[in-house]
């Protein structure tokens, strides 16, 4: 039986070269980075290396990276930072199909004292400028929107998002954990203020991060401490997986080109042909401005855990965007969010792909994937095999 890993918005296999250039540094290279003496200071010196290989893949300034242990943290400390530097804005804008790491924060803050504007999306998934622009106001201290869905792959505008934000005075914060690594960004050119991003998602380790702070945004620390990170995140860095997230962030550079032609080929042409096979499906998401790597499929009248749980028989791993994959047992927020119907919502599939898939693993995934289909709907209870 072959082994298809289609879940690479989950998480993706470390990269070899990521993980030869860490090991050093838990064996002979163990010195803190913040001690004199030459132990800690050629340790200094491959985390300075690593800062500035991320601010490449940014195109910003190694002064604007902080290291973090992940998007969640990025999101927690962006937006929980503004809110601190600003007290007398009480005003949180977002989206309906954030990730947790920012909705639940924000509704945790709207549940204390802060006021919350989720916008909605429409049946692409696509936000409504017009809405934007109307919510912010002089209370409104930030406005988080992601560069990219994690379940569908829509990529929102975020410059015209950020021009908007920027016209009216509030921080812009985005969380571009998927966007990062399979699309280019240029901060030098971009209107973003705060940026997260995540290594595990690009082929770093998992429990690694980092925050964009462009020069000149008032961000109080989320953790204090220390003096690490110029005093912006206290702790004793992480210099393996600090590293390691260089490292990643040299590669993607090097495979961007792959991410955005092959790895988009072979994402088109799973996507064809399994809308070809299959009857009462649809592609959920705009297909248009959509990561090249993933693609959100609804089969009517299965569900996705029956569909996950077949295709993990047969060596593939996918996701699903309702209930147990996501540990509850709600329907996905963000197909919800786009007025996708029930039967299309309970059925929803995605299949998320990454540099190291091949021609044969999408061949191995249209073998399998319609005969389950076929076999769930002459099972299922709605009758309608
Ligand atoms: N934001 C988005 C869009 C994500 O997809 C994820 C992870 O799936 C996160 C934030 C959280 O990142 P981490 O797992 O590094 O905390």
Redesign the pocket.
């Given at each position: 039986m072959r082994n298809v890993y289609a879940d690479n918005?989950?998480t993706t296999r470390v990269a070899p070269e990521v993980v030869e250039e860490m090991l050093p540094y838990f064996s002979e290279l163990y010195g803190n980075p913040s001690s004199m003496h030459y132990f800690g200071g050629q340790v200094e010196k491959k985390v300075i290396e690593a800062r500035g290989k991320v601010a490449s893949l940014l195109n910003c300034d190694p002064s604007e990276i902080v290291f973090t242990s992940?998007?969640?943290e990025s999101?927690s400390t962006a937006i929980r930072g503004t809110l601190d530097s600003y007290p007398y804005k009480k005003h949180i804008v977002t989206t309906r199909v954030e990730?947790p790491?920012v909705l639940n924060l924000c509704r945790h803050l709207a549940k204390n004292g802060h006021k919350l504007t989720e916008l909605s999306v429409d049946k692409k998934g696509n936000l409504d400028l017009d809405e934007l622009k109307k919510t912010i106001d002089d209370n409104t201290a930030i406005v988080s929107i992601?560069y990219a869905n994690?379940e569908t792959g829509v990529i929102f505008p975020i410059e015209k998002i950020g021009k908007i934000v920027k016209s009216k005075g509030a921080v812009f914060h985005c969380?571009a954990?998927?966007a990062t690594g399979k699309i280019p960004l240029d901060m030098s050119k971009s209107t973003i203020d705060l940026l997260s991003l995540?290594g595990?998602k690009l082929h770093a380790p998992k429990g690694i991060?980092a925050l964009y702070i462009r020069k000149g945004t008032k961000l109080t620390p989320l953790i204090l401490g220390g003096h690490q990170e110029k005093g912006r995140r206290a702790g004793t860095e992480n210099v393996p997986y600090i590293i390691g997230l260089g490292k990643a962030s040299e590669l993607v550079l090097n495979h961007m080109e792959d991410e955005n032609t092959r790895v988009k080929t072979l994402r088109d042409r799973l996507e064809d042909e399994l809308l070809k096979s299959c009857s009462n499906r649809q592609v959920n998401g705009d297909r248009k401005y959509r990561l090249p790597n993933t693609t959100n499929i609804s089969f009517e009248y299965v569900e996705g855990e029956a569909i996950l749980l077949m295709l993990s028989e047969k060596g593939i791993a996918a996701s699903s965007g309702s209930a147990c994959t996501s540990g509850s047992l709600e329907p996905s927020h963000v197909l919800r969010a786009m007025g996708i119907p029930f039967t299309f919502v309970h059925g929803s599939l995605r299949l998320s792909l990454s540099r190291y898939n091949t021609d044969e693993d999408i061949d191995y995934i249209i073998e399998h994937l319609p005969p389950i289909i076929k076999r769930l709907r002459e099972i299922s209870p709605f009758g309608k095999g």
């Open positions: 918005n989950a992940c998007g969640t999101d990730h790491a992601m994690n969380d954990v998927q995540s595990h991060g």
